[in-house]
């Protein structure tokens, strides 16, 4: 899922393993069993939501498709996205057997049929809905906390015929304003899609958690870290109210974006409060974490 080396300004090629690596050193990993026996997407699988000429260019390094998303091109980076859209969607998979499952990626919500942008190569939560709405009939939903609007599954509306299905319009949740307003604002949206839940027309949902909605972050500024915090345990108060025995009301985390070179551990300390969090919520799991976020000196 990572290219060893950078690809350019955004850290997020590498957030997978520093986020791993960071929950390990913090003796943290039993609470997250990895399930790695997946396999990565092919071009067949990227069809659902891109132009065959866009996928092949990019694969092939050919430009402009091959930096169209902002990032430097290397095959290993090319390689390293067939994992990390592949993750996203089996993470969805696993979580419809009533669990809660963690994808550690990136990179998807600004991609386009036709090309990549905003440091997203392909839109993994289309080609993710999609294939799980062909494979099963049931219907998600994003709750998309990045600071930067999801422009990716409106833009491939009208180029993927089932994904209206897969993700009503509706279930693109992306908060606006600042503050209070931000919080209100998705409160207001959540409110509507747990009643969605409630009449069975969202079957799961997508939590992307997105660091950069952080004001500390080098691209966001609309929350503090405890209203970042208070809306996910918003989110996970109210979806373990679905909860019964060991069914869990499926829910995948994923990351998102989070750009701090002051501190990049900042961001990766919010995602593990965020994780841990989770636990206590939904498996009423309590540990003790002394946090290493940073707030930014400006």
Known sequence: MVPNKDVGYSRSPQKPSLLMEMIR?????????????????????????HTTEYINGFFSGKLPDATSNGLEWSPEFASSVRYTTSS????????????????????????????????????????????????????????????????????????????????????????????????????????????????????????????????????????????????KKTIYSELAKFDKDNYKFPTTITLFGGYREDHFVSVLDAHIQDLLLCLMLRFNIKINYTSKYQKKIK
């Not at 003796?27 to 092919?42: Q, V």
């Not at 209100?184 to 969605?196: A, R, S």
Request: aromatic share 12%; charged share 25%; glycine share 8%.
């Open 88 to 231: 996203l969607y089996h993470a969805m998979l696993e979580s419809i057997k009533g669990k809660i499952c963690l994808s550690p990626a990136s990179g998807f919500h600004h991609a386009m049929p036709s090309l990549g942008t905003g440091y997203c190569t392909f839109s993994g939560q289309v080609i993710a809905s999609v294939k799980i709405y062909q494979e099963l009939g049931l219907s998600g939903g994003y709750l998309d906390l990045d600071e930067h609007y999801g422009n990716s599954i409106e833009d491939s509306r009208e180029f993927v015929p089932d994904l209206n299905r897969a993700i009503p319009v509706y279930a693109n949740v992306n908060p606006k304003g600042s503050g209070k307003k931000y919080i209100k604002d998705f409160e207001t949206k959540f409110k509507f899609i747990l009643k969605k839940i409630q009449d069975k027309e969202i079957h799961y949902l997508v939590v992307c958690s997105g660091a950069d909605s952080l004001i500390d972050d080098d691209l966001g500024g609309s929350v503090n870290l405890k209203e970042w915090l208070s809306i």
């Open 25 to 49: 050193l913090n003796d943290l990993a039993k609470y997250f069993p990895i399930k790695s026996r997946w396999k990565p997407f092919t071009k067949k699988d990227f069809e659902i939501a």
